[in-house]
Every structure is written in structure tokens, then in C-alpha cells.
């Protein structure tokens, strides 16, 4: 569909219209385009932009995939859909397994987005078909299955749009947990090692630029930098930052004048 | 789906269901999917439950289409979806007339709702194909269309789940806009004459109660309440009961303590 140049949601309608095209590509799931309308929200509540405690989330987040034995990336049906070709560029820099994980597995979905992701670049993909066999003790169901060379061998996991149980399933089996959000308040917010609260088409690119930059710096320092992050803290400015825009909003009244014809 | 009684999210699951069985009946847009679940995080955000000010402004639109000269009630995919016969009872309480009017507009949905509508009992429902021939000018594309019956002619547009240029130019050309929206920043909310900050499943039927029991009231009386009526006061309200609902949920700490094994 069209969408006019001047509109002023235009960037987010376009982001929306990805995510349809990977619906009828078949990446996304039909509760999987309700989730993002839900992030549409959050993000609306933060202005749309990556705010400076992301940025302080963003750099912990490249310090922790540096410093990683065993890194590996967790793709859902809408991050494959938004950020293909950022996952695999991640994925290169920091030296990390790419692995599809879904909250509704079906084997037609898993080798849609493995597809997808081959062809913008991938040279493995993990988590698809026979691959995926081993299994969470924590989960559920299709949900708890892991590829062996993926997830269950990682020592930190990223995780862009994860849902709650499966984010805690995973700190508990010892991993440490690396998550995108746009709901500060989520379980999966609360539960990660650091969350980084920001749209996941905005943060890939950053992340990547972060990763980078500090490539290289010593460990050590990589190190402290993980140490020093500490996530109930930056999800509290987060939320400062969400009370004060939106106390700002109704000083500033929140009217549109309409000259009325 | 089965989902268990005793699910603490069951009511909003069950909703989440209309919207796609909607879906596959034709209704509902998969981009009115992703609009729902925008409003289901405004929702969580309010607490899921009709707040103080939202009663007020029912009680605005209820005296406002009790007034009209001319009411339309514009209904999309999701309303239709959602409240169908809610729609039909409020249109023969006030007696208004019953519109479609899509934001993505096909023959093939028009026909599907209006067909939908008299399923549940509509006697007369305008916008559907040749009917929608007149135009909004400050509009482009299929959006502009509308009914010379219905929308041009109205003094009184009720816009349950409507977008933000639509609302805008609705004003322009001189409608009394009362709005339904979970969003209380968005553009619909701040440029509609009453916007009630509710979830439409709850609100209309509050909607019909209160056009019901204020029917037999003067229209003096009436006129006043509408007068009476601020906006921009009405949503300041909504957003400070949003900002004292997070301070809350912060004060009360955000981690979730995980036992790391």
C-alpha cells in the first residue's frame, strides 16, 4: 500500500508493512503481528527514539557478546522479518551462533526464516528441523526445543523480543541473558542480564556499531563494562524517563488546534 | 484455542480471538491485528478497566448523539470484529446512521462487514460499494471515500478505533468528532471534540446504558452537558491517573528475582 511521503507515522507504518510481508512470506505468526502493535505502543510512550539509558544497555550488551565464549543470536519470525540482514552482520562481528527459535514452531516456519536468512547472508542457521533436539527442562511443549550447538551450548544468549517464560527458563539454566524490549515492564525485561529498551530496527544497527567500535579494547575493560551494568537501575531510568516525558506532554497541554471550517 | 478459566489474562485472550477469527472471516485487516495490539498495551497500561474520567466522557458522547440532528457511527474491521451488535443497538437508540468506512478499503471486507452487521441485526448500513461515492477533500485515496447518506451529511461522527488524519480531517470539514481510543497521545484522541479512553469492548456497552437512561432528559440539559464537556482536561485526567498507576508499579520494584542454578 502507499503510504504518503509526508505522513507523520510514516516510518512506523512502513515498519508495520515489513511485518505483513513477512506474515504472507510466512516468517511471522498472526499473534506475532499483535506482539509488535503492542511494541508500536511502548515505543510511542518513548518518543521513538533510542534513549541514553539504551545507549548505556547498547554498550554492556557489545561488551558481553565480545567477551563471550560461546555467543548466540535467537531469532523469532518478526526479528527475521525486521532485521535480517543486521542479525547476520551481529552475528559476524561479534563471532556468534545464529539459531531460530519460535514461540509457535511449525517446521514450515523454521525453514521460511532459515531461508530468509541464508539469503541475506547467513552461513549457518541453527534450531531448524532435527537440529533443534534438545530440550529446556523448564519449558513446555514445541517451546523448550534447542539446538545443541545453539542455545543449550551458549554462555550468553541474545534474545531481541522474547516472551517471559522462555527468558526465565533460560537465566535459570545458567545463561546469561541479553534482551531487547520495548516494554520495560515485561518478565523478560526483569529477568535478562541487561535489556536493552528500544525498537529492535533501531538498536540492530547500533549494537552492531557499538560491537565494533570496542572490538578492540582489552577484556579486561570489556569486562568491568558488563560488571559495572546493572539492569534493575537502567530499567528505573527508563521508567524515569517514560514519567517525566509523559508529565511533560500534559504541561505542554495535549490539544492539536483544528481550525474548524 | 482453549483457554482456562482461570487465566488472570483470559478476558483480553478472548478478544485476542475475535480479532482473528475476524480475520479469517473476511473483517479484519492485518494491520488492524497489529493496530489491536497496540491497544491491548494501552490497556494493560490503564489497568484493563473503565477509569473515572472515561465515564464522563460517555456521558458527553451519550448527550452529544442524543442531540444530533444527523449521528453516523463509522465502523471498521476491528469494531465490526468486536461489537457488532453493540453498534447495531446503539444505532437505533440514538438513531443514527451506521457507516463503513475502512482505512484499507476492498469490496470484498466492505461487503464482508456490512454483511456481518446485518447478521447482527443492522437494518441499514451505508459505505459499501457505489454508496461511498462522495469524498473527503482533504484526504487521498480510497480514504477519502465516504457516503453522501452518511459521514458527509452528519453533524455527529462517533469514530470508534479511527486514525489520526482521518480524525483531522473529519474536524476540518466541520464534524463533531467523539472518538474511542486506548491511546490517549494519539492524534485521534487530541483532535476529536470527546475522545472516551477506553477499550471499545467495555465502552459501548457503557455507551448504550448511558444514551438509554439520558433519553428522557431535555435537550437544554443535554446541550449543557456537551458544552460543559473539555477535552483537553478529560485527557490530562486519563494521563495523570496513567503517571500515578507507573510511579506506583516502580515503587513497588521492578525485579523479579530469579534463582540462578
Do not use: C
Request: zero cysteines; glycine letters at 6%; proline letters at 4%.
Amino acid at each position: 500500500m502507499h503510504i504518503p511521503p509526508t505522513h507523520p507515522r510514516r516510518e512506523s507504518l512502513l515498519i508495520r508493512e515489513k511485518l505483513i510481508d513477512g506474515y504472507k512470506n510466512g516468517l511471522v505468526a498472526l499473534a506475532g503481528l499483535i506482539a509488535h502493535g503492542r511494541g508500536e505502543a511502548f515505543d510511542y510512550i518513548l518518543g521513538e527514539k533510542t534513549i541514553e539509558p539504551a545507549h548505556e544497555a547498547l554498550k554492556a550488551a557489545a561488551a558481553a557478546l565480545l567477551t563471550a565464549k560461546y555467543p548466540v543470536i535467537s531469532v523469532n519470525g518478526n526479528v527475521a522479518a525486521l532485521v535480517p540482514r543486521e542479525i547476520v552482520e551481529l552475528a559476524k562481528t561479534v563471532n556468534a551462533k545464529i539459531e531460530v527459535n519460535l514461540f509457535y514452531r511449525t517446521r514450515e516456519r523454521e525453514e521460511a526464516i532459515a531461508k530468509w536468512l541464508y539469503k541475506h547472508g547467513a552461513s549457518e542457521v541453527l534450531g531448524v528441523g532435527e537440529d533443534a533436539s534438545a530440550t529446556i527442562p523448564e519449558l513446555f511443549s514445541e517451546r523448550r526445543r534447542v539446538s545443541p550447538r545453539g542455545i543449550l551450548k551458549a554462555d550468553v544468549v541474545l534474545v531481541p523480543l522474547e516472551d517471559g517464560d522462555r527468558t526465565e527458563a533460560l537465566r535459570k539454566i545458567g545463561k546469561f541473558v541479553i534482551a531487547i524490549d520495548l516494554n520495560p515492564f515485561s518478565r523478560t525485561s526483569r529477568t535478562a542480564n541487561i535489556t536493552i529498551v528500544d525498537n529492535v530496527v533501531r538498536t540492530m544497527p547500533l549494537l552492531i556499531k557499538y560491537s565494533k567500535s570496542m572490538q578492540s579494547m582489552d577484556k579486561e575493560s570489556l569486562r568491568k563494562i558488563v560488571n559495572s551494568f546493572n539492569n534493575n537501575e537502567n530499567l528505573s531510568e527508563v521508567v524515569r524517563y517514560i514519567l517525566d516525558r509523559l508529565r511533560r506532554i500534559v504541561d505542554q497541554g495535549l490539544v492539536i488546534n483544528i481550525t474548524k471550517t
